[in-house]
C-alpha cells in the first residue's frame, strides 16, 4: 500500500493506471473510518483495481459554527484498516495540495443543494462538490463509491457528474448499521451512552414508517407524522426535519408511486446525525430499505 501526499504524485499514479487500461475506483472519505467506510472498499475492490482511498478533512464543507476543528483525525487506525483489506494506495494531501493559494473556484449543484441538509447548511454542498470534482480530476476514477446514508450528498454528485460530463460512475452503496440499528457514522463517536441510546429512535421512526408502509399505508402526509411523532417523544433530540422526497428532484413526494427517500436529520445533544431509508416500488408493491 503506498502513502500519496500531492496532487502531482496521484495524478501519475492515476496516468499509469490509464495507460495500462485499468479501472480504477476511488472511495473518497474525511477518515475516521468505520466498517462503512470499510464496506466502499470492498465493494471498489470487488469492481475496480487498482482502488485509491481518499482521506481529506474538507474544510470548505464546514460551515463556521460546525465541528470542522474537533472533527475526528485517526490516520494511523486508517492506514491500518486500509493496509489489512490489502488497498493500493491512500491519498492524503494536505489542505494546500487542494486549495492553493489563491483558489477561487467553486462547484454548485443548483436545486438540488439547497433543501434539506443545505437548508441547515448554507454552502455544505458546494463544498463537497467542490473537492468530489477535484478529486475526480486528480485521479481519475473510473468509478467512485459513496455510501446511501449521504443520500442527499449522492444525488448532488450524481447531478454533478451527469452535468458535466464526468468519466467517473457514481456508486451508491447500502447504509451500513450498528446491531441495534444506529446508521454508522464517524460523529458516533460524539456520542455519550445516554446520547447514543437516544440516537436509536432515528432508526426506530425509519422501522416504524417501513411497517406502515408494508401494511399499506401510502399516504405521505401520514407517514411523515408517523415519523416526527416517534422522534418527538425521545428527550434529548432535536429533529431538524422529517421528510419524505422524490428520489431524483429531492422535492416532497406526493405520492409514493415513484423512487423516494425518508430523509431525517436531527441533533441528539450537541451532534448532529442523519439518516434515511430508500422506497422502491414495483407493481403494486412497495420495497423499503432501512
Known amino acids: 500500500m503506498e502513502l500519496i501526499h500531492t496532487v502531482a504524485w496521484m495524478k501519475q499514479i492515476a496516468a499509469e493506471a490509464r495507460r495500462g487500461e485499468r479501472l480504477l475506483g476511488l472511495v473518497p472519505t474525511m477518515g475516521a473510518l468505520h466498517e462503512g467506510h470499510l464496506s466502499l472498499v470492498r465493494e471498489a475492490q470487488r469492481q475496480c483495481a487498482p482502488v485509491v482511498v481518499s482521506i481529506f478533512v474538507n474544510p470548505t464543507q464546514f460551515g463556521p459554527a460546525e465541528d470542522f476543528k474537533k472533527y475526528p483525525q485517526t490516520i494511523e487506525a486508517d492506514r491500518a484498516a486500509l493496509q489489512k483489506l490489502g ?3 491512500i491519498f492524503a494531501p494536505p489542505a494546500e495540495e487542494i486549495y492553493p493559494a489563491g483558489f477561487r473556484t467553486t462547484v454548485n449543484v443548483d436545486g438540488l443543494s439547497e433543501r434539506l441538509e443545505g437548508r441547515s447548511r448554507p454552502g455544505h454542498f458546494r463544498g463537497v462538490a467542490t473537492v468530489v470534482l477535484k478529486l475526480f480530476e486528480i485521479v481519475q476514477p473510473r468509478m467512485a463509491f459513496f455510501g446511501r446514508k449521504d443520500a442527499q450528498q449522492a444525488r448532488v454528485l450524481q447531478q454533478m457528474a451527469r452535468d458535466l460530463n464526468l468519466d467517473a460512475e457514481i456508486v451508491v452503496c447500502p447504509i451500513v448499521r450498528e446491531a441495534d440499528g444506529l446508521a454508522m457514522s464517524s460523529r458516533n463517536a460524539y456520542l455519550s451512552a445516554a446520547e447514543r441510546s437516544a440516537a436509536l429512535v432515528l432508526s426506530r421512526s425509519l422501522e416504524r414508517a417501513k411497517r406502515e408502509i408494508e401494511n399499506g399505508e401510502r399516504d405521505v ?20 426535519y422529517a421528510e419524505i422526497v422524490d428520489a431524483d428532484t429531492l422535492e416532497p413526494a406526493m405520492t409514493l408511486r415513484k423512487p423516494a427517500y425518508i430523509l431525517l436529520a436531527a441533533k441528539v445533544g450537541a451532534t448532529r446525525l442523519i439518516d434515511n431509508a430508500f422506497v422502491e416500488p414495483s407493481g403494486d408493491s412497495l420495497f423499503v430499505s432501512v
Open 221 to 240: 402526509l401520514r407517514l411523515a407524522a408517523a415519523l416526527r411523532g416517534v422522534i418527538a417523544g425521545e428527550r434529548g433530540v432535536d429533529l431538524d
Open 87 to 89: 488497498v493500493d494506495y
